[in-house]
């Protein structure tokens, strides 16, 4: 067998020997090293070329050897993807699909071909640069602007959807095996991703049938949503979960107590169900115990649990499992569903309702004008058409993230730090957001280490998710 494995500056011999690299007449080297910085999962660019070379470093042109290439060992388990063995041509071998998944500094590139004497790369780094982020309970996920999901926080029911169900991790990492996503959503014990293609898959807890594979089983790793439906977009939820599918349909799967999957009974599904109205819908928040969708006209209906005027219809406390409007008449571009409360965004203002704003439609932060919104369990965050972050509502363990006491209440307070944010994502005790230049940055509770700043310990500002 021919070849070996290196471990650090040792060598391994297919015999099981070990030492340093025995001398040759030849030697391996990088003439087309990685770059000084990548992003995660994409392929080096320029693509790694290899030469094997004589004695004097002259490229031996006639060499059609197979040269391999891996990573020095890394401390926090990076692994490389690609092709990773490669026949030279002309006396060059080249890798055109390599990639690092775990974000870090110092990582090199090792390149082995026998009877030859070893290389090492120069040092490089891998960087996540983030489009979007999700925050819900105890765990995190961002897509990458590659479309790469990355997960943090805690993992006993899979929910970091890296395949291994166990701990939590207090740094990103790869989830779905690198499966690329347009979009990423996080719930209670989940997480799912909605491709290019409109398949949405998901992972995580599955107690009540909200991961939508047609059983109540846990997955580790992402299992696609059944149906043959083509999705624009998809909310996870607490228990439950709904999409859009292409030409306006609502659809939703999961726990149905309250009637929050509006079909019209209160029975629990595994597969998607239709929304009854006959609604077109431009989008779908789900949490808690009901659900909202904004229809294409601007429009916002709720359906489910609806205490303390959970649907925004006047309060009248009703359960309904079809979709009723939200009272007042007002258009909105978007919204967000939370534990206790809905907020949503107008052509203006931001507008809430529900038990976190005394069941009353409540408008929030006048003179401030939000382009995104979310909400959590307690707490709310959007984003100014400036970019600046502004929380309000609870703040047990500050995940308004003022920086300042932890003092509750409905008048909206900055974002500490000076930070310019293109979204905020509120869960229940903690927020993340993602800055223009694609850094992502949490805040508030960290137990299970869901703010991936490498520890578990809670902060009331912006963190940086380790890099």
């Known amino acids: 067998m021919a070849g070996g494995l290196a471990i650090g500056a040792i060598w391994l011999t297919a015999c099981g020997d070990a030492g340093t690299q025995p001398p040759s007449s030849g030697r391996l080297a990088f003439i087309t090293q990685p770059p000084a910085i990548v992003e995660g999962t994409v392929p080096l660019a320029p693509a790694v070329r290899i030469a094997i070379q004589d004695a004097g470093g002259n490229t031996i042109v006639d060499a059609t050897n197979a040269v391999t290439v891996a990573l020095t060992a890394t401390p926090r388990g990076g692994t490389l993807s690609g092709t990773t063995t490669e026949n030279a041509v002309a006396g060059v071998a080249t890798f055109s699909d390599l990639g690092v998944d775990r974000p870090r500094g110092g990582y090199t590139l090792v390149a082995q071909a026998r009877d030859f004497a070893s290389a090492t790369s120069d040092t490089f780094r891998v960087k996540l640069t983030f489009a979007t982020i999700s925050a819900d309970s ?6 990458t602007v590659s479309g790469a999901a990355y997960c943090w926080g805690d993992n006993s029911d899979g929910e970091l959807g890296d ?3 166990e701990a939590f991790s207090t740094t990103p990492v790869l989830a779905a095996n690198g499966r690329k996503f347009a979009g990423v959503s996080v719930g209670w014990l989940d997480g799912c991703g909605i491709t290019t293609v409109g398949a949405v898959y998901c992972w995580g807890s599955d107690y009540f049938g909200q991961l939508g594979d047609g059983d109540s089983t846990d997955q580790a790793m992402p299992v696609p949503v059944a149906g043959t439906h083509v999705f624009t977009s998809h ?18 799967w999961g726990n149905n107590v309250s009637g929050q999957l509006g079909s019209g009974d209160t029975v629990s599904s595994t597969t998607p169900v239709a929304v009854a109205g006959g609604l077109t819908f431009s989008s779908i928040s789900s949490n808690g115990y009901h659900t909202c969708g904004v229809t294409t006209n601007h429009a916002a209906y709720c359906w489910g649990w609806n205490i303390n005027n959970a649907l925004g219809d006047s309060g009248t406390e009703t359960i309904s499992t079809t979709p009723v409007p939200v009272a007042g008449g007002l258009s909105f571009a978007t919204l967000s569903v939370g534990r206790n409360g809905t907020c949503g965004v107008t052509t203006t203002a931001v507008y809430c309702w529900g038990s976190s704003y005394l069941g009353a439609l409540t408008q929030i932060g006048s003179g401030l004008s939000f382009a995104t919104v979310s909400s959590g369990r307690y ?3 959007g984003v100014t058409t400036g970019g600046t972050g502004y929380c309000w509502g609870g703040d047990q363990f500050g995940q308004r993230g003022d920086s300042g006491a932890v003092v509750s209440g409905n008048t909206p307070v900055r974002v500490a730090g000076g930070l310019t944010f293109t979204v ?5 005790m903690h927020s993340c957001g993602v800055t223009p230049s694609g850094a992502a940055y949490c805040w508030g509770n960290n137990d299970y280490g869901q703010l991936g700043n490498g520890t578990t310990t809670s902060t009331t500002g912006p963190a940086p998710v380790t890099q």
Do not use: M
């Open 235 to 252: 909310s996870a939820g607490l228990l439950h979960a709904c999409g859009v599918v292409t030409g306006g349909a609502g659809y939703c």
């Open 138 to 143: 105890v765990h995190s996920c961002g897509l």
């Open 424 to 428: 905020i994502s509120a869960g229940i």
């Open 379 to 381: 707490h709310t965050c």
């Open 163 to 165: 395949g291994i169900a």
